[in-house]
Every structure is written in C-alpha cells, then in structure tokens.
C-alpha cells in the first residue's frame, strides 16, 4: 500500500507539472539526468546491494563501504563539474551545463548514504526506506518543484525539486541508520565489498547505458522537444508499475539472499514474486494499451497528443520489463552478477545499434526498437533465472497465466468504451479518462471475484489473506478467508 500510495503521489504530480510546463521543458532535463543518475544507478546500487547481499557483514565492512561511497560520490561530482560544458555541447543546448552542475549535489548525497540504505534493505526495514522516500519526493518533486513550475521557473522547478528530494532523503538515511561513520579504508575489507561491487556497478553502467542510450539517441539526433514527449509517455508507462516491480525486487533480494543454498525454496519464491507483480502490472499496461489516447491527453492535456503513440509502444515493453526485474533479485542473490553482466552487455549493445538505425524514422520506431530490446532481454535473463532455480519455460509461463487471464477481459471491455466514447462528442478527454478508470477497475476486481483459481493461480488467495480485513463483511463471507 505504501508504494501505491507513492506512485499515486506521482501521478499526481506528473500531472500538474505536466500541464505547466512543456514538453521541451522536460526534454531539457532528461538530457542532464542522464549523467547526473549515472552515479546513482552505478555506485550507490552497487554499495547498497553488496552490503544486502554479503553474508558475514563486519562493522569495518560498513566503515570501508561509507568511506567508499564518500569517494566515489565526490569523484563524479568532480567528473559533472568538469564535463558539464562537453555534455552540453554535445547535445546543443547550452542550459544543461548548469542544469547538471547544479544536480551534482543531490546526487553526490545520495550516493554517499548509499551505505545505509542497504542496511536498512539488509534489516528488511522497508518500512522506514518506504516513508523516506515518500516524504523527499513529497517535500522535493511534490511541493518545490509544483510551486516554483506554478512561479513561471520552468526547467529549474524540475532541476530544484528533484535536488531537493535526494538532499532529503540521503540525510534522512543516514539520522536513520546508527553506525561508525569514521573514515576507514583497509585493503581486506575493500576488496571483500568491491570485487561484488564492482560486478554489481558494472552490470548496473551496462544497464543504465542501455536505458539510457534512448535519451541519448532521440536528444541528439531528433529534438529536446521530441525528448520531452518520449520522456513523459515513458514515464507515464513504467510508473507506478516499475516502482512495484523495483520495489518488490529489493524485497526479494533480501529473501532471495537468505534461500540461496536452497534451491526450492529459491525457485518457490521466484514463482510467486512473478505471479504477484504479473497480475498486478500486466493487465493495467494492457489496459492502458488500449486507452493510451484517453490517459495522455486526459492526464496532461492536448498539447501532449503526440505522445499517445510512443506511450501505447512503451506499454508493450513495460510488459516485459516488470517481470525481468524479478530475475535480476535471483542471480544477484546467489552471486551470479557477472553472468547477467554479459546478457546486459549484449543487450546494450544490440539495443545501441537498433536505435541509432531507428531514429531516422522517427520517435515511434524508437520505441519499438525499445520493445525489442526488452523482450530480447527478458529471455536472456529469464533463462538464467531458470538455470539458477533450476526451473522450466512451462513453469515460468504459467506462472504469468494469472496476468493473461485478466488482461485479456479488460482489454475487451475498455476497447468498447473507447469505442463508444469516439462517437459522444461531448464528453471531454479528461471525463472520458475518469470513465474508462472505472470501467477497467470494475473489470480487474470482477477477473479476481469470479474467474477460476486454476486461471489465476492464487492471485484472489493472496488478495484476501493481505486484504481482506479491509473488504466488506458480507465479501469475506462469501469467500471465506
């Protein structure tokens, strides 16, 4: 509940800054997020995962581990600092050289607590990790950035908030999470943490450069306009089903890590994790497949109708991306991290060459050259995962039939709403939106009350038995949890 309370904060978020500012506007950032959550994706995931992920932790592990961090944060400050001009240049815009210089401080924050975030992770005090970042993204994006976009500050609303929002949470992190914070570096302990490390980083460089490559390409070769409008449908169709998906992922990795010599056990786990985030993300990305022109221009307004496309494309790949995360938690718990580091590799660079190729047509075949790269990942990854478990491709389908039977109702139904909204010309997009949120919501909650548990493999029993205290009295009744 907590991370859909933060994704629905998101959204709502998203969708005011969306209509204040423009879609050049958030073109503009993105090509300095690039760099600026290079360092946050690279080095703090890496220390925040090998301090999950080792088993016999020492408190001159954790010395080392934050002295490191302050290191390397302080090192890609510098590096941003430096090459701001080179990045702006490259892009042919010159704001982002501030725009960058700027982000370097939230960022160097947030990779220099990147220690105590993992032991929280390693703590399994979600809890607390959950309402840290509620309240920086609360405080930072939600409140600065939507008062200084409403003030007329443009890019910088966006650049502020978001600088405010990792200043928040790094000192938050490290007030919550009580440890010797005395610098300390011992060759022993650094290449305990930075052999995993470093293949987590690596891996995490890999990824992060497939990821971002898109940013790069469309900035580039197309537009900070065309950015803009990649930049919101992406966001629009990963969040808030990539947060649950990440968000789980971390949970697991802890529980994973805690199985890894049990192999059962191990491959239980994975089964229900994919189960679990399938049943909740695919049916509302098929969904918003089918209703991507009503959620975008309902959302953010007219002025962002040439996203509606890109957005339906990116949805497709959504689908693939949600359950690919949950391989990466398995391979990393069991210290595998250099085998996905290969698959990345491949990926990265295939996706690379796809893109280049694809934006001599345009934003929408970017965005399926981003399908592509997805699905071709999503199989690599997901036969490493069954190799780990030792698994099979029918076990792995079937534990994502709970997902296709659902989607597949909602689906129909909201594609003869569309339809039947397409000939009331009266009722405005944003009317429209509210309706077709009713109707699949109607339709998702009806798949879970009647379809058969062979169809939905436990989902309704997860439901109840998380759920259920808060349903009304006569439905726990009529279903007896």
């Not at 002295?67 to 982002?96: H, K, Q, S, Y």
């Not at 065309?226 to 169709?237: F, H, I, K, P, V």
């Not at 660079?349 to 790269?373: D, H, K, N, P, R």
């Not at 009317?431 to 909650?445: C, D, K, P, R």
Request: proline content about 2%.
């Amino acid at each position: 509940m907590r991370v859909l309370g933060q994704s629905g904060l998101g959204i709502f978020v998203g969708i005011i800054l969306a209509r204040l500012l423009s879609p050049e506007d958030f073109g503009v950032v993105a090509i300095a997020m690039v760099f600026i959550g290079f360092s946050d994706m690279v080095a703090s995931v890496g220390l925040a995962v090998t301090i999950v992920q080792r088993k016999d932790l020492s408190d001159l592990h954790i010395r080392v581990g934050f002295t490191l961090g302050l290191i390397i944060a302080t090192c890609f400050m510098a590096l941003f600092w430096v090459f701001a001009d080179v990045a702006a240049a490259f892009f042919n815009e010159p704001r982002v050289t501030e725009l960058i210089q700027v982000l370097a401080f939230g960022a160097w924050v947030s990779t220099a607590s990147s220690v105590h975030r993992g032991l929280l992770m390693r703590h399994m005090n979600f809890k607390k990790l959950a309402q840290i970042d509620f309240v920086g993204y609360a405080l930072g994006t939600a409140l600065v950035s939507c008062v200084l976009a409403f003030m007329g500050y443009g890019v910088w609303s966006l650049v502020i908030g978001t600088m405010v929002w990792q200043i928040l949470a790094g000192i938050w992190l490290v007030l919550s999470v009580k440890v010797d914070m005395r610098p300390y570096l011992r060759l022993q302990e650094v290449k305990d943490l930075l052999f995993f490390s470093f293949g987590i980083s690596l891996n995490n460089t890999i990824g992060y450069l497939s990821n971002k490559s898109t940013d790069t390409i469309i900035g580039r070769f197309l537009d900070s306009v065309a950015l803009g409008l990649y930049n919101r449908a992406s966001t629009t169709a990963h969040i808030p089903f990539l947060k649950i998906a990440t968000t789980i992922s971390s949970v697991m990795l802890s529980s994973y890590s805690r199985s890894q010599n049990d192999t059962e056990e191990l491959r239980r786990k994975y089964y229900k994790a994919i189960r679990l985030v399938s049943s909740l993300s695919l049916p509302i990305l098929a969904g918003l497949f089918v209703c991507g022109e009503y959620v975008i221009t309902g959302m953010y307004g007219e002025k962002w109708r040439a996203a509606v496309e890109v957005f339906q494309i990116l949805c497709i790949a959504g689908m693939f991306n949600n359950v690919l995360h949950l391989a990466g938690a398995v391979v990393q718990a069991v210290g595998k991290i250099y085998q996905e580091v290969m698959r990345q590799f491949i990926n990265t660079v295939l996706t690379i060459l796809m893109m280049i190729f694809a934006a001599q047509y345009g934003l929408e075949a970017v965005a399926w050259a981003c399908v592509l790269s997805a699905m071709f990942l999503y199989l690599m990854m997901a036969q490493l995962s069954l190799s780990i478990v030792e698994g099979t491709w029918k076990e792995y389908f079937l534990a994502q039939l709970p997902a296709f039977s659902i989607s597949v109702p909602v689906m129909v139904v909201d594609y003869a709403v569309v339809q039947a909204l397409h000939m009331q010309d009266a009722i405005s997009n944003e009317l429209g939106l509210l309706i077709l949120i009713g109707f699949s919501a109607v339709t998702y909650l009806a798949c879970l009350a009647f379809l058969p548990d062979r169809a939905i493999g436990g989902v309704r029993e997860w439901v109840f038995s998380n759920y259920g205290s808060r349903l009304p009295k006569v439905v726990q009744r009529y279903y007896c949890y």
